[in-house]
């Protein structure tokens, strides 16, 4: 491709829409495989096979075939998007080889709606109406690999308009009075962040994109990465022109290749085109970007942490100031933003600060995206305006608990956030109130929890991930968080002591107040809000050696309640260690001796009859009071 | 001085091996060609020969199935790849396969005879070899070091260059034992306790070898709350490794990872480089069965075959 000139963009995006816009006589459909990685893993390759084939098969020629990045609903990919001439789109979800044959030959040659595998229309389905989509405005509408459709969809646009008809200060109003926050996870304002750097004088300078999202949980960033990269890029160049620096890095995980590939296509071709490296735009302006790969430590995504990590050298935190608009990457002034920060930039640029104001709060303005996950039925990404209740993305968005279970926490923020109980569900979705909470936004991962989820082996299992992630500079993380986490294997294994309640308050507090970065600053999150909210669950496991959730296997007896079983074998099935005897349509009973608490019979049966009970229980269950899972005792008492 | 050695050009272009020769009987090496696989396992069946100097992509036989057959039948008999297409898989391919080294096509007389003389010497050093000469050659042979000497020359004046050079040569070894590690440090002129404390920082880099096929375990919140336990102790079981170990078989090795971020599929198994979502003890046995069906069997002692009997 030639260099491109401001102008040559009003044209590609012409061309493009004139060709690609469904019309008589041009094409008449656009069918749309949607392959993220959750989409290629769910086997979106094989769906993509079969349409190729079924197309070529029958020799349609008006028929666009496209693949774009994930749709949202990772839940029930592969996802396909239909469009038909003068029909409005159809989703068609948990697709295979045959539906997709079923639907060339119904829909795409019949024009008949397949409506036994399409999801109802957008406004009918409340996972897709509360979204507001702005930072995956591109995502799974357009071919993340071709530069031509990002500039038909209005791409570069903002980049020119930054390039040419703004100064820096101008650049960096917009985006301070926009109220945009880091969506990084501590929300610091980036227009700020610019002006800070902008104001440093300095030879070189480095804008900088964090994209090694960490939080187990989130992916977004992950998403938008395969999906839209160039919007990540075209947010760069507009931030580094607003900061004054020529050079850049991407830095990325090497847990996700797909992303890798796509950004490196992208800035291959951007720059090929003359809108990265030299002269962008023949504007004057130089930016040079390269995709640096990360190695596997989450506390690289701690800004001072993830500049020594670009240095080659271990990724340790060091303390602020200076801060990295001082001193940052190779001690040069630098700013890192978020993958999905820079995402908006663009947008904000082209449609002004008021419009971003629309959504959201005064103080947390605009959209965030959040990885609903865990043990909701619509699982994905869903993008809402700031300020909305929890429990409206949780139950509306999320359609609620899979298999009717009962709610009982959402974890927000990963390993720095917190529990959030059913009571809480009314919070609204902004950075200071979700903190109030003891959770943080974070990086917008949302892991919805069940019944089923016992909550001192979530704080356990937070705490095994910080203590090993913990880069061991300072103390208080470093032997703190050890400390936490042995106490809380002791209570799961059977071995807490009643004291322990309160040293884990102290001692988490004490990390909180002298550790070196966000990563100890905020390990004790996930100890501290599940002991404010949960704490009967931490008690009934030290005094009475019984976790009410049938997870902690030492503190549990499984047996069955002669009155409800039935003899239906199911349990006896699936044990796998072969604990549980009885002849069909007679009573069934666990042998103590051979069971391994694995609780598979528990799942298993559909009478419920199988109980929990304190480890070393004997007797007749009915006679422990609250010997059932809560669910039953609502029934019961209802 | 030694005899020198015995040498078998084998090219379906005659040009190649013709100008090889000259280069090559200048220095007084013997040397031969053959015009291709079939040909040249012909004459190597003859004896005379200590090393082959061998094209990839040939008609009939190619250099692939010759060189494994020169393993198989001829283990002395060193090897050493002329190619025009040094793509990572074939390259790849041909290293498992234990070759010394290789020569890009077209190449330079003065490529030509540095590649032969090391590899002379290889050959000669081959036989009366110390242990721990022997262990070193065995997780490191020469075709390496020689590929990873080019990544560093390719990196070395990067800034930062620490990182990629040991992920590229992690690439290219499988893994990074000390070995590795000092020709790194000194390629790149940076201590070798520095190039260390970076290698065990990261998780990413490994100094231990890994299996021939790498089952890398979700370890998430969402795969948490979704029983992602359950699976891997199972596969604990199965396998009888833990996280970061390899099966004595050297078949698989079991990892352990932060968050995939493929959530929607959640519990998620990285199997090589296919992701597997809504994994059960019972599928992701499955999966690994495909690979070494005694796996499945070792799983019955848990269990597992019986359940997977009374379910089917």
Request: aromatic share 6%.
């Amino acid at each position: 491709m030639n260099k491109l000139k401001i102008e040559d963009l009003q044209n590609i995006r012409e061309k493009n829409k004139a060709e690609f816009a469904l019309r008589e006589g041009g094409y008449k459909a656009k069918v749309t495989v949607h392959m993220g990685t959750c989409g290629i893993a769910a086997g979106a390759r094989s769906v993509m096979d079969a349409l190729t084939g079924e197309i070529t098969k029958n020799n349609i020629k008006d028929v666009i075939i496209a693949s774009s990045g994930c749709a949202g609903l990772c839940g029930k990919e592969p996802i396909a998007t239909v469009e038909l001439l003068g029909q409005s789109p159809v989703k068609y979800c948990d697709l295979d080889k045959d539906k997709m044959q079923k639907i060339v030959a119904e829909h795409i040659i019949g024009g008949k709606v397949v409506e036994d595998y399409a999801l109802p229309k957008k406004d009918d389905m409340p996972f897709f109406k509360n979204q507001e989509l702005r930072v995956l405005r591109n995502v799974g509408f357009m071919d993340p690999e071709s530069l031509e459709e990002y500039i038909a969809r209005d791409g570069y646009q903002a980049a020119a308009k930054a390039l040419t008809q703004m100064t820096q200060e101008e650049v960096i109003k917009v985006i301070k009075d926009s109220g945009l926050r880091g969506r990084g996870g501590a929300g610091f304002p980036t227009g700020l962040k610019w002006e800070f750097a902008s104001k440093v004088k300095s030879d070189i300078k480095y804008m900088l994109c964090n994209g090694d999202e960490g939080d187990p949980g989130a992916f977004m960033d992950r998403s938008v990465m395969e999906a839209d990269p160039y919007s990540v890029i075209e947010g760069m160049i507009i931030g580094a022109k607003a900061i004054g620096a020529h050079y850049g890095y991407i830095y990325v995980r090497a847990e996700y290749p797909l992303a890798v590939k796509r950004l490196q296509m992208a800035i291959d071709h951007a720059t090929e085109a003359g809108l990265l490296g030299k002269n962008i735009l023949d504007t004057g302006f130089d930016f040079e970007l390269a995709i640096y790969l990360g190695a596997g430590a989450f506390v690289c995504g701690e800004e001072t942490a993830l500049m020594r990590s670009l240095e080659g050298k271990r990724g340790m935190p060091r303390p602020r100031p200076p801060f990295p608009a001082h001193k940052g990457l190779w001690d040069k002034p630098s700013v890192l933003n978020n993958v999905e920060t820079l995402a908006q930039i663009a947008p904000i640029i082209i449609n002004g600060s008021d419009w971003y104001r629309s959504f959201g709060t005064e103080k947390s303005a605009g959209t965030k995206v959040f990885a609903l996950t865990g043990a909701v039925n619509n699982v994905g990404l869903v993008e809402v305006p700031m300020g909305i209740p929890l429990r409206t993305i949780i139950y509306d968005i999320g359609g609620g608990i899979r298999k009717g279970r009962k709610f009982k926490a959402v974890q927000m923020g990963g390993p720095s956030g917190g529990c959030i109980p059913e009571g809480l569900l009314e919070t609204p979705v902004t950075y200071e109130d979700i903190v109030a909470t003891g959770a943080i936004v974070g990086s917008g991962g949302m892991v919805v929890m069940d019944e089923n989820t016992c909550m001192v082996g979530t704080a356990k299992f937070f705490l095994e991930f910080t203590a090993d992630e913990s880069c061991g500079k300072c103390t208080p993380c470093r032997v703190g968080t050890k400390i936490l986490l042995d106490m809380l294997t002791d209570i799961t294994e059977g071995r807490g002591k009643e004291e322990d309640i309160d040293t884990l308050l102290d001692l988490g507090r004490d990390i909180i107040a002298t550790s070196l970065c966000g990563l100890g600053q905020t390990a004790p999150n996930p100890v501290l809000t599940t002991i404010k909210y949960f704490r009967d669950e931490y008690e009934s496991h030290i005094k009475h050696n019984w976790c009410k959730a049938g997870v902690c296997r030492n503190l549990t007896t499984f047996m069955i309640d002669e009155k409800l079983c039935k003899g239906c074998g199911a349990c006896l099935r699936a044990c796998p260690s072969k604990a549980i005897t009885g002849e069909k349509k007679k009573l069934h009973k666990i042998i103590q001796e051979l069971c391994v608490h694995c609780r598979t019979c528990y799942e298993a049966c559909k009478f419920k009859s199988i109980k929990i009970l304190p480890a070393k229980f004997e007797g007749d269950p009915s006679e422990l009071v609250g010997a059932t899972t809560e669910t039953e005792t609502k029934k019961g008492e209802a | 001085m030694a005899k020198k050695p015995g040498i078998l050009i084998v090219d379906d272009e005659a040009v190649v091996i013709k100008s090889a020769e000259r280069v090559l009987k200048s220095e007084g090496y013997r040397v031969e060609g053959a015009l291709g696989g079939r040909e040249a396992i012909m004459k190597i069946e003859q004896g005379g020969y200590d090393l082959v100097f061998t094209d990839l992509k040939m008609p009939e036989v190619d250099g692939i199935t010759l060189i494994r057959w020169i393993k198989k039948s001829k283990p002395s008999i060193g090897i050493v790849i002329i190619t025009g297409y040094p793509s990572q898989d074939t390259i790849k391919e041909a290293l498992e396969l234990g070759i010394i080294d290789y020569v890009p096509k077209p190449f330079t007389p003065s490529v030509l005879l540095d590649v032969t003389e090391r590899a002379a010497e290889w050959i000669k050093g081959k036989k009366p070899e110390k242990p721990e000469e022997k262990k070193v050659k065995e997780e490191f042979p020469p075709a390496m070091e020689a590929e990873l000497e080019r990544v560093i020359a390719d990196l070395r004046r990067k800034q930062g260059a620490l990182i990629p050079v040991l992920q590229r040569a992690q690439e290219i070894v499988g893994y990074l034992p000390p070995v590795v590690q000092k020709k790194i440090s000194k390629g790149l002129n940076i201590p070798v306790a520095e190039v260390h404390s970076v290698v065990s920082f990261y998780s990413f880099f490994t100094m231990k070898p890994r299996g021939d096929h790498n089952i890398r375990v979700c370890l998430g919140t969402a795969c948490y709350v979704r029983g992602i336990e359950g699976v891997l102790s199972k596969i604990k079981d199965a396998l009888k490794i833990d996280i970061g170990e390899t099966t004595e078989n050297k078949k698989f090795s079991l990892e352990g990872v932060r968050c995939l971020g493929a959530c929607g599929l959640a519990p998620v198994m990285v199997l090589d480089q296919e992701t597997h979502g809504a994994m059960t003890p019972k599928k992701a046995l499955e999966i690994i069965g495909q690979y070494e069906p005694a796996m499945l069997e070792a799983a019955s002692a848990s269990g597992m075959e019986e359940m997977a009997e009374r379910e089917g």
